[in-house]
């Protein structure tokens, strides 16, 4: 499997071993969070966004988010996110870039950062190079951060300001 990342990512051998230790932190929380009813893994949002408030910092909540995010997907689209792209999500939240071919799940790694860091409150942009990707990945990747009780807009080269609208 080293190999395999090691490929994928192009780190170095010590950095790839601390982002694997960080994954399996994140991996931790599966039996918990799989256990929760919907209701509860949604309240989690609540209750990061009040730690947030109270000073805690994105670097304090973000293996649990990561987590819940994790688990959001599978309840939503029956996605979970491997170790592989949770690594690949962590260099991501890092401001690195993750290379991945396609069909490895590029999509589905962005939501863990982009679920983390809207947790501020203060946006998210998640950017993609057509308006068709655009326009599927915020309805299909939106239904985690929905779920999870976070709101997902769109906007489209073709659309003027007051077309768009936010999804709730």
Request: hydrophobic share 40%.
């Amino acid at each position: 499997m080293a190999n395999f990342i090691e490929a994928i990512f192009h780190l170095e051998k010590r950095e790839l071993n601390r982002y694997a230790r960080e994954a399996d932190r994140v991996m931790s929380y599966e039996k918990e969070f799989r256990a929760l009813t919907d209701d509860e893994l949604r309240a989690k949002t609540a209750e990061f966004q009040e730690k947030l408030k109270n000073g805690a910092s994105l670097n304090d909540i973000k293996y649990e988010a990561f987590a819940v995010a994790r688990e959001g997907a599978w309840r939503t689209i029956h996605q979970f996110p491997f170790k592989v792209q949770i690594i690949g999500a962590l260099v991501l939240n890092d401001g690195n870039v993750a290379e991945m071919r396609t069909g490895e799940g590029k999509t589905l790694v962005a939501t863990l950062p982009a679920y983390l860091n809207a947790l501020t409150g203060k946006g998210v942009h998640v950017i993609t190079v057509n308006d068709y990707l655009a326009k599927r990945d915020s309805e299909w990747m939106g239904k985690v951060d929905k779920f999870l009780g976070l709101t997902v807009g769109v906007i489209l080269a073709d659309r003027s300001e007051s077309d768009i609208e936010d999804k709730r």
